[in-house]
């Protein structure tokens, strides 16, 4: 019989995408040595462009040289999925969990991530759905809400989901997002009637979304972790 699950979230407020992808690599160091609980990274990223393992340079429309002129910047990883984009107004959550302790395989896996966003968006009367058959991700009609890269290394995963609060939409339009063309992007405040609370209360619905629908009974939440202190070889 599985015991009970504890979650650990990090709020982490704007956080510089490379300074986030060396600190998965080392909490998923940990997380593999049982030296750490789960834990559930929550932040927001400056203007960003990753692109996936699969190095689709193609779907990125401008010239990486004209990048800095937009205020954005462009880096590789190793998750999975195409093209996307990090930015302000966007709620991001980076989970290291170990999907053998919770009992899910990388489909399901997947599967709650997008259930986590659709039941995000039906708080505010958003009728979300999954993409169809090679469309990731979250979308309300042809228009995707959220989008979902994950890695999984020793069934420990990294990388995650991003959901689309309120962006500049006009970022989107420099890229063809996670490789998928003639469809649009949306965002929470442009599909729903309802006015919306602040930022942080929707990162915190999400959260509970999450951690609700992956089965943790416990949650201890850390506010602004520092990331120095604890894991100084990042910095």
Same mark, same amino acid.
């Given at each position: 019989m599985r015991g009970p699950?504890?979650?650990?979230v990090?709020?982490?407020?704007?956080?510089?995408?490379?300074?986030?992808?060396?600190?998965?690599?080392?909490?998923?160091?940990?997380?593999?040595?049982?030296r750490i609980p789960d834990t559930l990274l929550s932040l927001q990223h400056p203007p960003t462009y990753t692109l996936g393992k699969r190095r689709t340079d193609h779907n990125l429309l401008i010239p990486a040289s004209e990048l800095k002129n937009i205020g954005a910047e462009l880096h590789y990883t190793q998750r999975g999925g195409d093209i996307t984009f990090h930015g302000p107004h966007q709620a991001i959550l980076y989970p290291i969990i170990s999907?053998? &302790?919770?009992?899910? %395989? *990388?489909?399901?896996?997947?599967?709650?991530?997008?259930? #986590?966003?659709?039941? @995000?968006s039906s708080l505010y009367g958003v009728k979300a759905c999954a993409g169809q058959k090679g469309e990731t991700g979250v979308w309300v009609g &042809?228009?995707?809400? %959220? *989008?979902?890269?994950?890695?999984?290394?020793?069934?420990? #995963?990294?990388?995650? @989901?991003?959901?689309?609060?309120?962006?500049?939409?006009?970022?989107?339009?420099?890229?063809?997002?996670?490789?998928?063309t003639d469809k649009e992007v949306t965002s929470l405040r442009r599909e729903t009637s309802t006015v919306l609370p602040s930022e942080e209360a929707i990162h915190e619905q999400l959260i509970s979304c999450f951690s609700r629908l992956f089965g943790y009974n416990t949650v201890v939440w850390k506010e602004n972790?520092?990331?120095?202190?604890?894991?100084e070889e990042i910095a």
């Open positions: 699950l504890k979650l650990e990090w709020k982490m407020g704007f956080v510089n995408y490379l300074d986030a992808l060396k600190l998965q690599e080392k909490l998923v160091s940990d997380r593999k040595l049982c999907l053998r &302790e919770i009992g899910l %395989g *990388a489909r399901n896996y997947v599967e709650k991530l997008e259930s #986590t966003m659709i039941e @995000l &042809e228009r995707k809400i %959220g *989008a979902i890269g994950v890695r999984i290394s020793h069934g420990i #995963t990294s990388h995650g @989901l991003a959901f689309n609060i309120d962006p500049d939409l006009k970022y989107f339009k420099h890229i063809v997002p996670c490789g998928i972790p520092s990331i120095l202190s604890d894991h």
